[in-house]
């Protein structure tokens, strides 16, 4: 399991411009089932996206297709994770 935390190294009005194709890079990743979760940080600074991927390779190839990498809105900072504990109702699905 990774996270993928994003920082953004552009102005709002930036990143705003390319936000809609970042949703729609993010549907194609849920569709996918390789994102589990994501959403923007509080302030708004940047992002984070929960991945599940066999290994950081894997995820590299992912995250070099989000438009917000492509066009350099964001830098991003991969974290992988053994869950040892979480919430059946939400993550047992995604573990298996």
């Not at 709002?12 to 390789?34: I, M, N, P, T």
């Not at 929960?50 to 990498?69: C, L, S, W, Y």
């Amino acid at each position: 399991m990774f996270i993928a935390i994003l920082k953004y190294k552009k102005p709002l009005s930036e990143v705003d411009r390319f936000l809609q194709a970042h949703r729609e890079y993010l549907a194609e990743h849920y569709a996918a089932g390789d994102f589990i979760a994501s959403g923007p940080q509080t302030p708004r600074v940047g992002g984070v996206i929960m991945i599940k991927a066999e290994n950081r390779t894997g995820v590299e190839a992912i995250i070099a297709q989000d438009p917000f990498n492509i066009n350099g809105i964001a830098d991003y900072q991969i974290v992988e994770f053994t869950p040892t504990m979480f919430c059946d109702a939400v993550l047992s699905n995604f573990l298996l």
